[in-house]
């Protein structure tokens, strides 16, 4: 059965934009800062981690903050994209 050319574009996944995708990491570094300046894996007094808790809690809000940006996060990617975009088309100020 022959698919139109139409129809193979809407099937197939856009490319990803590597551009896009750096914008992505750098929300999820703010994101994941601002979880740590919040206190958001701070050590806990009494019966916490301990030492490996405190080793590994970046790598929680890292992982955390990835999420955040995955289900949408807080619209930084787009400004960053953007912002990205025009500096390398050559149309930054």
Known sequence: MDVSPVAQKLVQPPKPNPLREKAAELEAAFLAE???HAGLGAARDGFGG???????SSFLRQEQA???????????TEVLFRAMSSSESGDAQ
Request: aromatic fraction near 4%; proline fraction near 0%; glycine fraction near 28%.
């Open 50 to 56: 301990g030492i490996g808790e405190e080793q590994f």
């Open 66 to 76: 990835t999420a955040m940006v995955k289900a949408g996060g807080i619209g930084l």
């Open 34 to 36: 601002m979880l740590g």
